[in-house]
Antibody
Framework: EVQLLQSGAEVKQPGESLKISCKAS????????IGWVRQMPGKGLEWMGI????????RYSPSFQGQVTISVDRSTTTAHLQWSSLKASDTAMYYC??????????????WGQGTMVIVSS | DIVMTQSPDSLAVSLGERATINCKSS????????????LAWYQQKPGQTPRLLIY???TRESGVPDRFSGSGSETDFTLTISSLQAEDVAVYYC?????????FGPGTKVDIK
C-alpha cells in the first residue's frame, strides 16, 4: 500500500527549532516529487514547497522561502520539514503529499495524515 | 506567480441537486506542448485530510464517484457535483501545478440546503 506516515504532534515554544517527518512506503521514493502544505486553524490550504527525492531539487513558495527547509533522507525514504526558530504564527497542521505521476509536476494523490504543530509560550 | 481564485465562497444545495464551483487562475495553466491544463481539484471533509478528485482539469482520480466532473481550460475551470449527496459536504479547493509555486484557491464550502 502506498502511504505517507507523518510524525506526531508537537508543542514548542517560540524560538525553538523543529523538524517533522513524512515517511514514504509502497512506491519508488526517488521517483515522485513530495511537497508540504500548511493549514492554519480554520483556514485553507497553503502550498509551501516541493522536493524531488531523486536529486533533492527543491522549490519553495516565496511566502515560505527562508522560513523553512525541506529535505529528504533517501536511506529512510523520509521527507522532512524544519524550522530553525519557530513563531507563534507557525501554529498549524502540516501535510505532506506525493505528486501523482513520477518525475512530473502533478496533483497530490497521496497525503500524510498531518502533523499538528503548536507554538506557544 | 499564478494566483487562484474561487467562487462562490460557499454554497448550499439540496440533496440530489447540482453544485457548481468555479476556479480562475491569473494566467493560463494550459501547456501548449501537450495540450494539458495543469489544474487539480481536492475535497476536504471536516477533520479529514484533503483528497485528490480531479487532475489535468478533467480526469477523475481512481475511486472518485462519477457525479464529480471537471471542465474548463486556460484560466477558467469548473467542478460540478451532478447530484449532491450528504457525504459530499466538504470544502473544495482547486490548485494549479503549472509552475512553482503551485498555489491553491481559497476554497469553496459546500453544505446541504
Amino acid at each position: 500500500e502506498v502511504q505517507l506516515l507523518q510524525s506526531g504532534a508537537e508543542v514548542k515554544q517560540p524560538g525553538e527549532s523543529l523538524k517533522i517527518s513524512c515517511k514514504a512506503s509502497g512506491y519508488t521514493f526517488v521517483s515522485h516529487w513530495i511537497g508540504w502544505v500548511r493549514q492554519m486553524p480554520g483556514k485553507g490550504l497553503e502550498w509551501m514547497g516541493i522536493i524531488h527525492p531523486g536529486d533533492s531539487d527543491t522549490r519553495y513558495s516565496p511566502s515560505f522561502q527562508g522560513q523553512v527547509t525541506i529535505s529528504v533522507d533517501r536511506s529512510t525514504t523520509t521527507a522532512h520539514l524544519q524550522w530553525s526558530s519557530l513563531k507563534a504564527s507557525d501554529t498549524a497542521m502540516y501535510y505532506c503529499g506525493r505528486h501523482r505521476a513520477p518525475s512530473s509536476y502533478d496533483g497530490f494523490d497521496i497525503w500524510g495524515q498531518g502533523t499538528m504543530v503548536i507554538v506557544s509560550s | 506567480d499564478i494566483v487562484m481564485t474561487q467562487s462562490p465562497d460557499s454554497l448550499a444545495v439540496s440533496l440530489g441537486e447540482r453544485a457548481t464551483i468555479n476556479c480562475k487562475s491569473s494566467q493560463s495553466v494550459l501547456y501548449s506542448s501537450n495540450n494539458k491544463n495543469y489544474l487539480a481539484w481536492y475535497q476536504q471533509k471536516p477533520g479529514q485530510t484533503p483528497r485528490l478528485l480531479i487532475y489535468w482539469a478533467s480526469t477523475r482520480e481512481s475511486g472518485v464517484p462519477d457525479r464529480f466532473s471537471g471542465s474548463g481550460s486556460e484560466t477558467d475551470f469548473t467542478l460540478t457535483i451532478s447530484s449532491l449527496q450528504a457525504e459530499d459536504v466538504a470544502v473544495y479547493y482547486c490548485q494549479h501545478y503549472y509552475s512553482p509555486p503551485f498555489a491553491f484557491g481559497p476554497g469553496t464550502k459546500v453544505d446541504i440546503k
